[in-house]
C-alpha cells in the first residue's frame, strides 16, 4: 500500500472515549479483527481526567492516555502521539465493515485526501434505516461525512490541517471543510460502518433526526459550535459530538 509501511504502522486508530468502561476492551478486538494481520496502532484517548476507561482496558498493546473531555480535543491528542502514515478516528459505539483498513488504505492510494465509509445504525426500526440511508447519500453528494463514519486521511495532512478544530461540536464537519477549501477529495465508500442506535433510542429516532438536521443547518449558516453544543446534551456514553 503506502511507501512508508514498512517502518511504522500502516494505520493508527484513534478511539476517543468517555464512561466506556464496559465495552472498550470489544472495541480493540473488534478492530484487530477487522485489521486482518495489517499493521495497526491502537490509541485510546479517554476524556475522563481519572481515566476510568483506561482502567478497565485489559487488552495488551494499546496506547492508552487521557486528554481534556471532547472529541475534537481526545482525537487530536491521539494523532499527536500516532505512529501510523493513516490514522482513522473511530468512536466507540461504530464497528468497521471487515476489511475496512485496507480498503481505506486503498481510497487513500486513489488520491483521496479524507475518507469515511457509508453508514448504518445498529437497528431494526425502518425510520433508522432511513436515517442512515439519507445520511450516506447527504455525506456522498456534499462530500461531507459525520465523524460517525470512520474519518482516515494521511497523518501528514492531517497535521498540514491543524487537526480537529477545537470546538465542542460539528468538528467532524469543520475538518471536512477544511479538506475540500484546501482542494482535497473526501470520498465515502461503500462498505458501512455500523452505529449504535443508542442516541436515538434515549431521545426518540424522530427528535434526535430533526434535531441534528437543524443544529448542521445553523452551522451552515454561520452559527457558532459553541452556542450549538448547548442543544445537543451529552448521551448515552457521554458522546460529546454528532
Known amino acids: 500500500m503506502t511507501a512508508t509501511r514498512g517502518a511504522r504502522p500502516f494505520f493508527s486508530v484513534v478511539i476517543p472515549v468517555l464512561d466506556e468502561a464496559a465495552g472498550i476492551d470489544a472495541v480493540v478486538d473488534h478492530v484487530r479483527?477487522?485489521?486482518y494481520g495489517e499493521d495497526v496502532e491502537i490509541i485510546v484517548v479517554d476524556g475522563d481526567p481519572s481515566g476510568s476507561t483506561l482502567a478497565a482496558l485489559t487488552r495488551t498493546g494499546v496506547t492508552g492516555l487521557t486528554a481534556s473531555t471532547g472529541r475534537a480535543r481526545q482525537q487530536n491528542a491521539g494523532a499527536a502521539v500516532a505512529a501510523g502514515s493513516n490514522i482513522l478516528f473511530l468512536h466507540a459505539d461504530t464497528r468497521l465493515p471487515a476489511g475496512a483498513l485496507r480498503a481505506a488504505g486503498a481510497a487513500l492510494d486513489a488520491g483521496a485526501a479524507l475518507g469515511a465509509f457509508s453508514l448504518s445504525i445498529r437497528s431494526?426500526?425502518?425510520w433508522l434505516r432511513l436515517v442512515a440511508a439519507g445520511a450516506t447519500l447527504r455525506s456522498r453528494l456534499f462530500s461531507l461525512p459525520y465523524g460517525d463514519q470512520a474519518f482516515f486521511l494521511r497523518r501528514e495532512i492531517f497535521c498540514a490541517?491543524?487537526?480537529?478544530p477545537d470546538v465542542p461540536l460539528m468538528e467532524d464537519v469543520a475538518l471536512a471543510r477544511a479538506v475540500r477549501r484546501a482542494g482535497g477529495r473526501v470520498r465515502v465508500?461503500?462498505?458501512?460502518?455500523?452505529?449504535s442506535a443508542r442516541r436515538y433510542e434515549a431521545e426518540g429516532a424522530l427528535k434526535a433526526t430533526a434535531r441534528n438536521?437543524?443544529?448542521?443547518?445553523?452551522?451552515e449558516l454561520g452559527v457558532p459550535p459553541a452556542r450549538l453544543a448547548r442543544f445537543y446534551p451529552a448521551g448515552p456514553g457521554k458522546d460529546t459530538g454528532i
Open 33 to 35: 479483527v477487522v485489521s
Open 124 to 126: 431494526p426500526s425502518p
Open 161 to 164: 490541517l491543524g487537526g480537529f
Open 189 to 195: 465508500l461503500p462498505q458501512r460502518v455500523v452505529t
Open 213 to 219: 438536521l437543524a443544529l448542521l443547518a445553523l452551522y
